[in-house]
């Protein structure tokens, strides 16, 4: 066990340097920044002088270098809009992405989870059918546009939610919130539902997948001959078998919801890292690019590590043949 | 030889050439005995009714794309025909010389309808395209780790392995960020965030292929081992190979469209479905619904009839099906 986390963790290592080469070398051959940052007639001594303020007068080289010294110590350089430290700035939109990707989880695993048992007990009902087809649905559609329709539907026409923004927030230690007040939450429901929907139909199928598999498994019939009621045979023994994939797919799939809130971000003006990462590629912030893409890089890294070492502690298969 | 290709059972260039038929495992009626595997597929395709509906729709659409300019009622493009006056009609609204605007018009009064089929045009052609490109890059390289092994198929693996570990959406947006958004890069950033899947399915079919008798007759003839991989074992791997391109020009063109949502994806001139979906959005807010409506349905039904493809001929093509 001891010598599988050492490796991984060392894998982790390796990929993350080489994201950091691939990315910062990356995004040395973009577009010129001292273009976008200054005014059109700005003099040449001017621009040589921001040139130099911005470190770009050095070989790529060295930029690397002290990029990768500063990134190491939690530096990873000073946006060129906004004037503060990258890693400050997304740190700083971290909890609303987080907030938002949260509850996005939690709607899919609430409602995902019981809808696929559903569709898993009684596939061939009216309702088992229904929710199959709208999981289909849920796969097919194209996230963003559902997301403009819900602003049209529940914003322009009802009027019932906002359209975009976090509304208020709350202050718990240090980092804002949404979901503890009703305006903040009434700004939360839509792009948390948008968020959610992708990964709602994910479970549904994975949860109807399992509960049938498992309905033929013999513990399944002996729970049921020894005359356990029906709930207890589906609530403990299909559910706990089930619950294996389901935990692996959500934790991996935690990371993805994280990424696509890029676009939901986008969307519903939702002020989390993802927006910042959109705004910034508009206007070549590179330090921004790369500290948002090195902190999603080691987030994933932690996530893929996470999970394999819970899918080991969770699946006593695993353990046994690792032992 | 086509029908060869999509063979399901492991008919070697070489085996007899009505190998599968012969087999007890394909179980299929003797009075089929006749027909060539692709039309045993064909008509075992069209068993399922809503998969046939699909086929119908996607042809339509693909012969609607390819046929743009002499199907849309106006050259969305062509600035000289367009009236700043027609902007914003409704649907079903006409315009200043007497078109009528079915799905109606966008900002510049452009037909809605004439956008979308030209939309349509470049979405499903980026699509299409990134998907074969991935596919013969993940193909070869798949072919080259599942057929020779050790180190080279260790690390190309890995590659894959940590590559399908990130979203492909972050992936894409990444390399589109570098590279600045055009048609040419968005197909570039799709086909590196898809060929890990081709890879990854090839190997898996090239793994047990490898082993099978008809590969050791062809290695004990003597044959070139390229000759082996690509006239022998290629063609047996290519049947869940089809159904993961299938599926994957679906999840193609929509990520292609999310990229040109967010403003990375396609130029401005040669908008597909996301990018006009994305001209609509601020127009939204003002209850002018169709800009934005009308090319997501019509992405909504590109991709669905899509899937409802691939979905069925995942069953036709899975040899593990078969037997039922």
């Known amino acids: 066990m001891l010598a599988f986390i050492i490796r991984r963790v060392l894998q982790s290592v390796v990929v993350l340097l080489a994201m950091s080469v691939i990315v910062f070398a990356g995004v040395s051959v973009l577009g010129d920044p001292v273009e976008?940052?200054?005014?059109?007639?700005?003099?040449?001594?001017?621009?040589?002088?921001?040139?130099?303020?911005?470190?770009?007068?050095?070989?790529v080289p060295v930029q690397y270098w002290r990029f990768l010294t500063g990134a190491l110590s939690g530096d990873l350089g000073k946006s060129f809009a906004y004037g503060a430290p990258a890693v400050d700035l997304i740190?700083?939109?971290?909890?609303a992405t987080f907030e938002l990707a949260i509850a996005a989880m939690l709607i899919a695993i609430v409602f995902g989870i019981p809808l696929g048992l559903w569709a898993g007990l009684r596939p061939n009902s009216v309702a088992g059918k229904t929710i199959m087809t709208g999981s289909i649905l849920g796969f097919s559609l194209p996230t963003f546009w559902v997301g403009l329709m819900m602003i049209m539907l529940f914003s322009v026409y009802l009027g019932w939610l906002p359209t975009s923004g976090r509304g208020d927030t709350v202050s718990v230690m240090g980092i804002r919130l949404s979901f503890l007040t009703l305006d903040g939450l009434t700004h939360l429901l839509m792009p948390a539902l948008n968020l959610a929907l992708f990964k709602l139909s994910l479970i549904i199928r994975l949860t109807r997948a399992g509960t049938q598999e498992a309905l033929l498994q013999d513990y399944v019939k002996f729970a049921r001959a020894k005359g356990l009621s029906a709930s207890r045979v589906v609530g403990v023994h299909v559910l706990k078998n089930i619950m294996i994939p389901i935990v692996t797919v959500i934790g991996l799939e935690f990371g993805g919801v994280i990424a696509f809130a890029i676009v939901t971000e986008t969307i519903f003006a939702w002020p989390g890292m993802g927006k910042l990462i959109i705004d910034s590629i508009a206007v070549l912030d590179r330090p921004i690019i790369v500290a948002y893409l090195m902190v999603i890089v080691i987030m994933f890294v932690v996530i893929n590590l996470v999970v394999d070492l819970l899918y080991s502690v969770l699946d006593p298969r695993v353990r046994l043949a690792n032992e | 030889m086509k029908d060869k290709v999509i063979a399901p059972l492991p008919a070697g260039q070489d085996s007899a050439r009505d190998g599968g038929a012969d087999l007890p495992r394909t179980g299929a009626p003797a009075t089929v005995r006749e027909q060539t595997p692709l039309q045993r597929h064909f008509a075992e395709f069209c068993e399922s009714r809503i998969a046939v509906a699909g086929l119908v729709v996607l042809v339509l659409l693909c012969l609607l794309a390819l046929f743009a300019p002499w199907v849309a009622p106006q050259d969305p493009y062509d600035l000289s025909r367009l009236d700043i006056m027609d902007s914003r009609m409704e649907p079903g609204k006409q315009s200043m010389d007497g078109l009528t605007f079915v799905l109606g018009s966008d900002g510049q009064g452009r037909d809605m309808?004439?956008?979308?089929?030209?939309?349509?045009?470049?979405?499903?052609?980026?699509g299409v395209a990134s998907t074969l490109i991935a596919l013969a890059i993940g193909m070869t390289v798949g072919l080259l780790a599942g057929y020779v092994g050790g180190r080279t198929e260790a690390v190309i693996m890995r590659i894959a392995d940590i590559q399908l570990s990130f979203p492909?959406?972050?992936?894409?947006?990444?390399?589109?960020?570098?590279?600045?958004?055009?048609?040419?890069?968005?197909?570039?950033?799709?086909?590196?965030?898809?060929?890990?899947?081709y890879a990854r399915t090839t190997r898996g079919a090239a793994l047990v292929e490898r082993r099978k008798e008809y590969i050791e007759a062809a290695r004990g003839l003597g044959l070139s081992p390229l000759r082996i991989v690509f006239r022998h074992l290629l063609p047996n791997c290519l049947p869940p190979l089809i159904v993961v391109a299938a599926l994957q020009v679906a999840s193609a063109i929509a990520l292609e469209a999310t990229l040109s949502f967010l403003g990375l994806g396609v130029p401005v001139t040669e908008p597909s479905l996301g990018l006009l979906i994305s001209n609509g959005f601020r127009y939204l807010l003002s209850g002018q619904y169709w800009i934005s409506f009308f090319p997501g349905v019509a992405l909504l039904i590109t991709i669905v009839a899509i899937n409802l493809v691939a979905d069925r001929l995942r069953d036709v093509l899975n040899p593990r099906l078969q037997t039922h």
């Open chain 1, 36 to 59: 976008v940052m200054i005014s059109p007639d700005a003099t040449q001594a001017e621009r040589e002088a921001t040139r130099v303020a911005m470190g770009l007068d050095k070989p």
């Open chain 1, 91 to 95: 740190v700083e939109r971290m909890p």
């Open chain 2, 113 to 126: 309808l004439s956008a979308i089929i030209y939309g349509l045009r470049i979405s499903i052609g980026v």
């Open chain 2, 168 to 197: 492909a959406i972050l992936l894409a947006l990444i390399l589109l960020a570098l590279l600045r958004p055009g048609l040419s890069n968005i197909v570039i950033a799709l086909v590196a965030v898809q060929w890990a899947y």
